[in-house]
């Protein structure tokens, strides 16, 4: 049992580029999250979805897009990089009798110049 | 005022201290109250949660709920270098407001 597993771990993109985060969960959470963490910033989230096909806009969602099309998988996709999404970026996963448990990935730190 | 307010340090005691962590919130519709740990370099991993006021212990950690005041607590008792991380707190509406508002975490460190 693997958890919340994330990648790449590190990566440098240029202005303009874009690039695709990935998130897999192996405990069948229905509940998947993506956050941003900047520092002394806490945690930002991003975009969330409560099951397979289902997404929605969090607090700070200007930039990304996603998708879910299985129970495991929730990729974060940054089109046009900017050096604002300079950050680390978390995946969590929960499940529906303690949603609020959320079990977070190793995190994915990305720079972009 | 933003919605829940940390103190983010930092935090230096010597091992074996008593630490305290706060947290203050606005928003009276939160009921579920998270503390979360994170070491450097780390994803966050939830430590406690308390659900509406009132206390909860593990081991050495003691989570405390003030709705009253809208303050939150977290002691650390015989505090360990092991203990060194950033500590955030967390606040749910519940139900079907499965989304978290975290503090900014306060960074802890424990001198051997």
């Known amino acids: 049992n693997a958890g919340v597993t994330q990648t790449p771990k590190f990566r440098i993109l240029k202005i303009g580029q874009s690039m695709t985060l990935q998130c897999t969960q192996d405990m069948n959470h229905n509940y998947m999250y993506w956050y941003r963490q900047d520092p002394g910033m806490g945690l930002k989230l991003i975009y969330y979805?409560?099951?397979?096909?289902?997404?929605d806009k969090g607090e700070v969602p200007n930039g990304y897009n996603v998708s879910r099309s299985t129970t495991e998988d929730f990729p974060l996709r940054l089109e046009l990089a900017a050096p604002s999404q300079t950050s680390v970026y978390f995946c969590a996963s929960s499940t529906t009798p303690a949603p609020y448990e959320q079990y977070f990935g190793p995190g994915t730190r990305l720079t972009v110049t | 005022q933003k919605e829940v307010e940390q103190d983010p340090g930092p935090l230096s005691v010597p091992e074996g201290a008593i630490v305290s962590l706060n947290c203050t919130y606005s928003?009276?519709?939160?009921?579920?109250f998270m503390w979360y740990r994170q070491y450097s370099r780390k994803g966050p991993e939830l430590l406690m949660y308390t659900y509406s006021s009132g206390n909860k212990e593990d081991g050495r950690f003691t989570a405390q709920v003030d709705k009253s005041s809208k303050y939150i607590s977290l002691f650390i008792r015989d505090s360990q270098p092991s203990d060194s991380a950033t500590y955030l707190c967390a606040m749910s509406g519940g139900g079907s407001n499965y989304k978290l508002t975290f503090g900014k975490g306060t960074l802890l460190t424990v001198n051997p």
């Open positions: 979805s409560v099951g397979a096909g289902i997404t």
């Open positions: 928003n009276s519709a939160f009921q579920y």
